[in-house]
């Protein structure tokens, strides 16, 4: 297939091959960074991540991301091995070790740690938490604007929370792969996957809405991660008179949609130019447009706020 997109397609930036990456306390680079094979990370995908984004050297929503881990890790029984103050520490050191200021994208990875045997009982870990964090120069690739995400609905769903609940934002992303290969086997950039009733649900990688006659549309939040920048969005149109609704629809209503754009750390915005090829809208976006403005316009206010409050 020619011409696919990510809703993470970034500028390329040669600075990125000689990044240094922070792994339990030491920080080295991309080609010594490590981890054991019997990491319950890579043995289980026992863990939890974050990904987060500096923007002038302050971590945009730093509490929000910070709420979401702390409460994932505690619902599983994974101990975090620092505090808040902790963690903002090795972002600092990661960051100053790197030069990085703005621009920059953050994968915070938390996992149970290295195990005794290859087994699944989470007490074979026992040497405490594997905490890596890597960071890149990553500018979301302008393209994406103009020309926006070609979905397809996939098999694979989200599933019910007492299987794996889709709030976490846990390592074993199995579920959001096979949707991401099934979208890309039918010739789309990414899988719009639905609930287990059938309504519209969340994307593999982020939070799916539409505009209906100038109303903000997304899914009840029940089955989906429930995403920073998705919360923000929420927000942003209460405050804004932009109508906005949590709510059960279906494909019906997406294909008839007159916009349609995902929402993610990375990508803030994404719009949608077409979903099982059926395009979305006349090309025109202003409620998209006006929501960009209005993140971009957020984030500087929470850059403001945190310098102010250092």
Sequence with gaps: ?????TTHDALEDARNNDIKIYVNGDIVHRDDAKV????????????????????????????????????SCKAVSLDVGMDR?????????????????????????????VKVKPFQHPSLSRSGPTLVIIM???KPADALQSKGIRLATVPQVRGLPMAQDAKYNSHSKL????????????????????????????TNACNFFIV???????STGDYCMNGVTRQKVIDLCHANDIPVFEKNFSLYEAYGADEAFLTGTFGAQTPVAEIDGKPIGDGHRPVTARIRDLYKDLITQDIQAQSAAV
């Design 136 to 138: 890149e120069h990553s």
């Design 1 to 5: 297939m020619t011409d696919t997109h």
């Design 36 to 71: 054991s094979v019997y990491d319950s990370g890579f043995m289980l995908g026992d863990g939890m991540w974050e990904g987060m984004r500096l923007y002038d050297g302050v971590w945009s929503f730093f509490d929000d991301h910070m709420d979401r881990f702390f409460d």
């Design 175 to 202: 579920n959001c792969v096979i949707a991401c290969l099934q979208a890309e086997q039918a010739g789309a950039d990414e899988g719009l996957m639905l609930d287990p009733h059938g309504f519209v649900n969340t």
């Design 212 to 218: 209906r006659k100038g109303a903000v549309w997304t």
């Design 85 to 113: 103050a902790g963690i903002m520490e090795a972002l600092t050191a990661t960051a100053r070790a790197n030069d990085m200021h703005t621009d920059v994208h953050c994968r915070l990875m938390l996992t149970r740690g």
